[in-house]
């Protein structure tokens, strides 16, 4: 692919299109841009969810089957805090915590969210550039019949078991894009968008909500490709198909399609939902069908080449039918 590729990117699913996408582009051709709506503070210490797992997942360290945190983790640190009665609903594994603390001392010291990760993702042998959307803080916050939740108390203390009934990004109005992804959105050789299979609700939308994101991506010419999050009306991993439900669509690649209204110029679904990406087709939407189920790095490597291809193929955003 010539020319500059901007992925967008939350937790574990996008972060394996991530990694992908890292090993068929070079460092000065692919930015990821990354969801910090799930950011909080804890124990006093600032974690970064999706930086992180993006981080050790480009940098091999992952532990694959959680998906996020370390493989080969120890939980010392967890089993003195739950004897001392302290808050232990939120895991955080002895060597990740280092990333916590190392974050927060340098934010403490008046670094940018952007800077630490740059700093971070340096220390851990990534030459791709790991980029917050912003570096102001963005808090998502779900609601329910019971209460509003912060995202961590829901996804984690709650294991998603609250219905939602509506999602809002406290501070994204105020919350200018990252240097990072301005510069990625304002590139000249920008040649394709890559929307990963995150959550489009939870981890794609508070990158959308940044001032000028959603009409940045508008005009560029390049083409916006989104890789479906779902797949047989199911989510891969974690709540999307739930939320769709619980939000008025019905789970599919069309309720996706629908959701990131008008933004895309291709979508790329699994072999499982040929016949609904057909019909998309037809609708004026161009749609690959391929394996999107991403198991091993070979997965992950395939899916973002045949991504890529097909952005590549795609006419620029301008001739796309006005949506
Ligand atoms: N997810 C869980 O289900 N349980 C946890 O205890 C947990 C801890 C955790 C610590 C660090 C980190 O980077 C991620 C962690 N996650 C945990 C996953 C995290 O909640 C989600 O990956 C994102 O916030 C949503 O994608």
Known sequence: MSGHVLA???GVGGAKLAFGLAQALGPDELTIVVNTGDDFTHLGLHVSPDIDTVAYTLAGLSDRERGWGLAGESWQFMDQLKRLGGEAWFNLGDRDLAMHVERTRRLA???????????LASALGIAHPIVPMSDEPVRTIVRTPDGELAFQRYFVGEQC?????????????AAQ???????????????AVIVCPSNPYLSIDPILAAPGVRAALSAIG??????????????????TAKLMTELGATPGVTAVVNHYRGLLGGLVVDEADREEAEALTVLGLPTLVTGAVMVSDEDRMRLARETLAFAHGLPPQRLRLAS
Do not use: M, N, W
């Open 8 to 10: 967008l990117c939350g």
């Open 109 to 119: 010291a008046g670094e940018s969210l952007s800077q630490v990760t740059a700093a």
């Open 161 to 173: 078991r609250p219905v939602v009934t509506a999602i809002r990004f406290d501070g994204a109005a």
């Open 177 to 191: 894009p990252s240097a990072g992804f301005r510069a990625a959105l304002e590139r000249p050789d920008l040649a």
């Open 222 to 239: 390049a083409p916006v490709v989104a890789v479906s999050p779902i797949v047989g009306g199911r989510a891969i991993k974690g709540p």
